[in-house]
């Protein structure tokens, strides 16, 4: 096992952020996923050796993180935010922490991560110069530099464009690929699934679910999906969609009409069709299930 | 070990020259001199040495000491901790209070050799009044010494106190409040427990290699209490140097390193 909490708690204050959360991962690429505020970065945090817990036990490649350098050394740490010396070069910043990790030879170290992360053509402009994207590969660079063998990725895609985005997952997996086992955070399921089929989901500092992806979603399709659609002809339109009993609860109000659906994928696909059989124009398609707290909340209610 | 440690060294060095820190101990640094020279130019009574004296006397020793150590000190330990740099470096392979010694200690040393510079042109600027000026190289080396002393206390203090407090203004002003009262306020009054202050204790050492053993006007506010000895003020500044270092190791072992989402 490379991690493995049980019962883990931490609490600020008053505040709980991690609750009776017990959790192994293995080798490979597992995926933590959470709404802000689940206690994602917490655990994390905790799994890395920044943070004490308050309670429960947690061992991180068999020893105890808490103030061990020579267990930090073996894991490679990306944090979510941004936390840089500004006046440095993006080598300059890689070789520093190779060096202070161990590293013989800083440099080397730091111009093999810059071009495993694409980063090379500017990895001599100061840091305070770069974009967000940038940003995130720098990160990710000082954390591969030492080559450990464990890497803790918090919310490494958030904030990047679609393409930085593909890149940065491609990475991700090139690094698993290897033989490093890989923690990564986020808050956007498909991100998650585009990484690992392996997931643990928190909420509210509670661990709500583990396990295969396939069978988290599974788990969110049989709660019915609410769905708004405004139009100007919503009864027409909620005929042809209730006809295949595809929607269990149906709801007017001026101009749109709320269907609930256990299959949302389903419907979605049927919607165009039944549109144009209604004669409807569909000015928006809404759901407050889209965010992922709704279905946090239900995957903890179940 | 040894080469993560002197990476580090060097990494903190580097630190201490950049971003927005730099400007404020340039102006702070700077200042003796510029009113060394405002003295000598302008100052009509003014003699050269003594001119040099009451700079150092009242403002090298008794506020820039203070205000470099906790410009630097709070920087070092709740500034890293608020921009995150502080994360990459209790990664590493130095255990945290290691990496507290090599921050004290670099700092310490370069913060020292700038007074050493600023002195040097406190009193050169002085030597403009009339008459006998400051014995150059061993009254700004003297002062150097004292004034390098004096970091060494304060410096490790200011970090304990951004490493216990959770929040940047909460370290400055648990840093300030005792300096504030104690080293400004209480060094001047005339009780017993003057002497305990790590001014009067600088002052002492100063009367031995500045003023050899000789108190003269500057020391007249000394009533109730008597200025530390050499051999006294050494003990008693090298234990408090040492216990605040031991305090700040400790606090950064035991502190957790919560990101901006705990807030």
């Known amino acids: ?302 | 070990m040894l080469r993560a440690a002197a990476a580090f060294a060097g990494l903190t060095l580097r630190s201490l020259a950049s971003g927005k820190r730099a400007p404020a101990a340039a102006i702070l640094l700077l200042l003796p001199a510029v009113l060394a020279l405002l003295a000598a130019t302008l100052g009509r009574k003014a003699e050269a040495a003594t001119v040099f004296h009451h700079v150092v006397f009242h403002y090298s020793l008794g506020f820039m000491v203070y205000l470099l150590s906790i410009v630097y000190g709070i920087a070092l330990s709740s500034g890293e901790i608020e921009d995150g740099t502080v994360g990459y470096l209790y990664l590493g392979r130095l255990p945290r209070w290691l990496i507290v010694g090599v921050q004290a200690g670099v700092t310490a040393l370069a913060l020292t050799g700038l007074v050493f510079l600023s002195l040097l042109l406190t009193a050169l600027a002085s030597g403009l009044a009339p008459g006998e000026g400051p014995r150059l190289w061993r009254d700004v080396g003297a002062c150097t010494l004292v004034a390098g002393t004096g970091i060494l206390v304060a410096l490790p203090f200011y970090m304990a106190c951004g490493l216990v407090f959770r929040t940047p203004i909460g370290a400055v002003a648990s840093a300030l409040v005792p300096t504030l009262f104690w080293e400004l306020l209480v060094t001047g009054w005339p009780i017993q427990f003057a002497a305990w202050t790590v001014t009067n204790n600088l002052r002492g050492l100063l009367l031995v290699l500045l003023f050899d053993g000789r108190p003269g006007p500057l020391y007249k506010y000394v009533k109730n209490f008597r200025i530390p000895g050499y051999e006294e003020a050494s003990i008693y500044l090298s234990v408090l140097a040492g216990l605040f270092l031991v305090l700040a190791m400790a606090a950064a072992s035991a502190r957790s390193i919560e990101g901006k989402e705990a807030r």
């Open chain 1, 1 to 302: 096992m490379i991690v493995r909490a049980e019962r883990l708690n931490k609490w600020y204050g008053r505040v709980i952020a991690l609750n009776e959360v017990t959790l192994s991962i293995g080798p490979g690429i597992t995926g933590l996923l959470g709404p802000n505020g689940a206690g994602k970065t917490s655990f994390l945090r905790i799994v890395i050796g920044l943070m004490r817990e308050s309670g429960g036990e947690i061992r991180v490649l068999g020893e105890r993180p808490w103030n061990n350098p020579g267990l930090a050394v073996r894991i490679g740490y990306c944090p979510e935010h941004d936390g840089f010396y500004e006046w440095m070069t993006g080598r300059e910043f890689v070789a520093a922490l190779a060096r202070i990790r161990g590293v013989r030879d800083g440099r080397a170290a730091a111009r093999e991560a810059i071009e495993a992360v694409r980063l090379s053509e500017v990895a001599d402009r100061r840091i305070a110069t770069y974009s967000r994207g940038m940003r995130q590969r720098l990160k990710l660079a000082q954390a591969v530099a030492h080559r450990p063998e464990f890497l803790v990725l918090d919310e490494p895609l958030t904030g990047c464009d679609p393409i930085v985005r593909q890149e940065l997952i491609a990475l991700i997996r090139g690094l698993a690929a290897e033989g490093k086992s890989v923690l990564v955070s986020s808050h956007v399921l498909h991100e998650i699934e585009a990484l690992t089929r392996t997931i643990a989901v928190v909420h509210r500092g509670r661990l709500v679910a583990e396990g295969e992806v396939s069978e988290i979603r599974a788990l969110i399709d049989r709660h019915p999906h609410t769905v708004k659609v405004r139009t100007d002809r919503p009864r027409e339109l909620a005929a042809r969609l209730a006809s295949d009993g595809d929607v269990v609860e149906i709801r007017f109000e001026d101009g749109a009409v709320w269907l609930r659906t256990p299959r949302p994928d389903a419907f979605y696909a049927k919607l165009p069709a039944a549109a144009l059989e209604a004669g409807a124009a569909v000015e928006e398609i809404s759901s407050p299930d889209d965010n992922l707290e709704a279905v946090f909340r239900y995957l903890t209610e179940a």
